[in-house]
């Protein structure tokens, strides 16, 4: 089987290329060169030279517009990536009777429930980041592509680029850190979500036609603020920090940014669970997982 992967030089990407090499021949491609080749994905005519020039079986959309306050300022470019791209890849699948991966957000989702978010809860984005990733879900099952969509929440990894990595370098640098309190998700290790991936593309015989929404994301819920203290205090414990650094809870008023966040990013994973046989690891075990991979890059 050739898969192709784009977004292959992300956080993502780095996890899910070395678990799919047991599946097959993995093609990444990134706009930066990271993978095999260098490919603009928001020029339409690239994309479709490089799905000829490929000729994959099954794509893994890992591509992403992800400046969330920038997406703000920059609606099409956004736009074009996030909610055009996966039906360009979804209309080129159907075609040539191949499967497709996508991975989209609980940013799709905006309010608070009493419960975790299921994948038939009725979206609602409340910023242009959300908006462009509905738009490319939608865009994919319009396409009559066969695959899944996987939504997951609060994405982390040793890799530079995201809350994990940007709070434990301030703390190795000993500065305090202020961290948001009123907003709840589900944080997600990259290399939990790849494995997931992983696990179902080895059941893609049944998948079913079109495509199927399936949440995957860390078991349990906290805080910003929780979770910047749960993974000092791991990190210290693992010594990959000298020292923990104070932490003070803020209200999300206090940390201005431009586009609005989720209060509740909590995402009800039981589907996938269900479909698959295999229980998520939780939110605590998966820090500890991530945190020897950062030990190992610091040492």
Same mark, same amino acid.
């Given at each position: 089987?050739?898969?192709?992967?784009?977004? *292959?030089?992300?956080?993502?990407?780095?996890?899910?290329? %070395?678990?799919?090499?047991?599946? =097959? #021949?993995?093609? /990444?491609?990134?706009?930066?060169?990271?993978?095999?080749?260098?490919?603009?994905?928001?020029?339409?005519?690239?994309?479709?030279?490089?799905?000829?020039?490929?000729?994959?079986?099954?794509?893994?959309?890992?591509?992403?517009?992800? *400046?969330?306050?920038?997406?703000?300022?920059?609606?099409? %470019?956004?736009?074009?990536?996030? =909610? #055009?791209?996966? /039906?360009?890849?979804?209309?080129?699948?159907?075609?040539?009777?191949?499967?497709?991966?996508?991975?989209?957000?609980?940013?799709?989702?905006?309010g608070v429930l009493d419960r975790p978010w299921r994948e038939d809860d009725t979206t609602a984005p409340g910023n242009v980041y959300g908006h462009s990733k509905l738009a490319g879900e939608r865009a994919l099952l319009a396409s009559g592509a066969q695959g899944v969509i996987i939504r997951t929440a609060w994405l982390y990894s040793h890799f530079p680029g995201n809350f994990l990595s940007a709070i434990l370098t301030r703390a190795a640098q000993g500065n305090p850190l202020k961290i948001v309190s009123d907003q709840v998700g589900s944080p997600t290790w990259a290399g939990t979500l790849a494995e997931a991936t992983r696990r179902l593309i080895e059941l893609r015989e049944r998948w079913s036609p079109g495509c199927q929404c399936f949440h995957v994301a860390g078991q349990g819920q906290m805080s910003w603020y929780e979770f910047g203290v749960a993974a000092i205090e791991a990190a210290v414990a693992a010594g990959a920090l000298d020292r923990a650094v104070p932490i003070a809870p803020i209200d999300s008023a206090a940390w201005p940014q431009k586009a609005r966040r989720p209060q509740w990013s909590v995402l009800d994973c039981g589907r996938y669970q269900d479909f698959t046989g295999h229980h998520l690891p939780t939110v605590n075990d998966d820090l500890d997982h991530c945190l020897q991979f950062w030990k190992e890059q610091i040492c």
């Open positions: 089987m050739r898969i192709l992967l784009t977004g *292959a030089g992300g956080q993502l990407g780095r996890h899910l290329a %070395p678990r799919l090499a047991s599946l =097959g #021949e993995v093609i /990444g491609t990134d706009r930066s060169g990271g993978g095999d080749f260098a490919c603009d994905l928001s020029d339409r005519r690239l994309v479709d030279k490089m799905l000829g020039r490929v000729r994959p079986d099954l794509v893994l959309n890992a591509a992403a517009y992800t *400046a969330v306050d920038r997406a703000e300022d920059e609606p099409v %470019p956004a736009a074009r990536i996030n =909610g #055009e791209l996966p /039906g360009w890849l979804g209309e080129w699948c159907r075609a040539q009777h191949a499967a497709i991966v996508h991975f989209s957000t609980d940013y799709v989702f905006s």
